[in-house]
Nanobody, 124 residues
Framework: QVQLVESGGGLVQAGDSLRLSCAASGRAFSSYAMGWFRQAPGQEREFVATISWSGFGTYYADSVKGRFTISRDNAKNTVYLQMNSLKPEDTADYYC?????????????????WGQGTQVTVSS
């Protein structure tokens, strides 16, 4: 069993930066691929970024590529999402997710464990 707790969300202005954190408890965190997803009001949950177990493999949604960076610290059982140049359309609840595989992609079914989410609001 893996428990995930996100933090770092908040209200910011367009152009600002935020760093989200996701702390994982449980065994073998360093063996799991991790991902970030987001869900805006009235919309489906969408893929944002993923990182492989080692941290060497990353993949981003086109909408955030070049602005967001996913990283992980396996010693701290934590994955991060650095968000720069935020836009109002980035407003959403952000969720981290853990896959039982060492690498994972953009589909929700690839991830087994989910956090409760942290809210990010970007004002124009």
């Amino acid at each position: 069993q893996v428990q995930l707790v996100e933090s770092g969300g908040g209200l910011v202005q367009a152009g600002d930066s935020l760093r989200l954190s996701c702390a994982a408890s449980g065994r073998a965190f360093s063996s799991y691929a991790m991902g970030w997803f987001r869900q805006a009001p009235g919309q489906e949950r969408e893929f944002v970024a993923t990182i492989s177990w080692s941290g060497f493999g990353t993949y981003y949604a086109d909408s955030v590529k070049g602005r967001f960076t996913i990283s992980r610290d396996n010693a701290k059982n934590t994955v991060y999402l650095q968000m720069n140049s935020l836009k109002p359309e980035d407003t959403a609840d952000y969720y981290c997710a853990a896959s039982l595989s060492r690498s994972a992609g953009r589909y929700r079914h690839e991830y087994t464990y989910w956090g409760q989410g942290t809210q990010v609001t970007v004002s124009s």
